[in-house]
């Protein structure tokens, strides 16, 4: 049975989701840190005072950034813009200087506006029905002690143990047509000088299917590539095929090498997909491989210390309240 967790399926696309992905991109970060320092010998709330206090004043970060979503910089800039206007009426040669600046500074920022779309304003490319895909977020009470914390709170956040997530996707729920879920890391590829740092995604085996997405060589990672009785795989992105490989014919039967595990590259991932995340990741790899090389044959076992960030699929016609619902119930 799942834990009582309080599970909130939110739209991808609107201000929540973006409040979401500023905390948890500034969570990532502080984790990070700390979790460097703690290998590196440091008691983990040491390590997380530590990591807290270098990446300076949490709070004032997140109202900045919010700022920026906000209408306050509009109504400045059109306040600016009708002073310009009663300048300009007076001053023709001013008018055609601001009209040519005007023109260069457009076509500049037009590249920047198309990013920032793409983050903010579209959803992810390359994913069937994206509107039905929704990531789990879950309210967690972390009790004293535990994760290096000197005092109880509760959080919310988008990780679910493996137990629940096991127990989530064996469940029939008829709200929920799939359930994937997926780790980002950070990995190294090869030894010595020919190393390189790499962002790796450990993934379900019906991670694909899950979000619909086709590859532009090859194939993708399947349900039976997640077994250790299989032979390890790797899917590439784009971005990492042309980085390292040229064309994607000349990557696909290619290796590469994480925590001494040897992966044939089997598929290329279509240009700008970056998966349900609007993080770039270079590398997916079957969770199966890619747990048990990292924690051991034990993973599974200690489930409940092991996290995954867990995707839902509505079904048609299905509500977020109601498929919350179905699965706390």
Same mark, same amino acid.
């Given at each position: 049975?799942?834990?009582?967790? !309080? ?16 905390? @948890? ?76 600046? !005007? ?10 506006? @198309?990013?920032?779309?793409? !983050?903010? %304003? ?5 994913? @069937? ?98 077994? !250790? ?15 390292? +490989? ?11 090498? +994480? ?27 079957? %969770? ?17 210390? +092991? ?23």
């Amino acid at each position: 049975m799942l834990k009582q967790f !309080l599970f909130h399926l939110r739209s991808s696309w609107d201000r929540r989701r973006r409040d979401a992905e500023l905390d @948890e991109e500034i969570r990532f970060h502080l984790d990070e840190e700390a979790e460097e320092r703690v290998e590196a010998g440091q008691s983990p709330e040491r390590a997380h005072a530590e990591a807290r206090r270098d990446f300076g004043n949490v709070t004032l970060i997140r109202e900045r950034t919010r700022e920026t979503w906000g209408w306050a910089p509009v109504e400045r800039l059109l306040k600016d813009i009708r002073a310009a206007f009663r300048m300009m009426r007076h001053n023709s040669g001013y008018t055609c200087a601001v009209v040519l600046t !005007l023109a260069l500074g457009i076509g500049l920022n037009a590249p920047m506006y @198309e990013m920032l779309s793409r !983050l903010f %304003l579209q959803p992810p490319p390359h994913i @069937e029905d994206p509107d039905r895909v929704h990531r789990l977020w879950v309210s967690e009470r972390i009790d004293p002690g535990d994760r290096g914390v000197s005092t109880g709170r509760t959080w919310v956040v988008d990780a679910l143990q493996w137990l629940d997530f096991d127990a989530l996707s064996a469940a029939d729920n008829p709200l929920i047509d799939g359930v994937a879920g997926h780790r980002v890391s950070f990995r190294t590829n090869g030894r010595g000088q020919r190393a390189e740092n790499v962002t790796v995604s450990w993934v379900t085996g019906e991670f694909f299917d899950f979000l619909g997405v086709a590859p532009t060589a090859g194939r993708l990672i399947a349900a039976e590539d997640d077994d !250790l009785t299989a032979q390890p795989v790797a899917v590439i992105s784009d971005g990492y095929r042309r980085q390292r +490989f040229g064309s994607a014919e000349e990557a696909l039967g290619t290796t590469l090498s +994480f925590e001494d595990v040897t992966y044939l590259v089997v598929g290329v991932l279509p240009p700008g997909f970056s998966g349900p995340r609007s993080n770039a990741v270079d590398v997916w790899l079957p %969770l199966e491989h890619a747990a048990t090389a990292s924690r051991g044959n034990s993973w599974r076992r200690y489930g409940t210390t +092991f996290y995954l960030t867990p995707f839902v699929r509505l079904a048609p016609g299905a509500t977020e309240e109601a498929a919350g619902a179905a699965v706390t119930a």
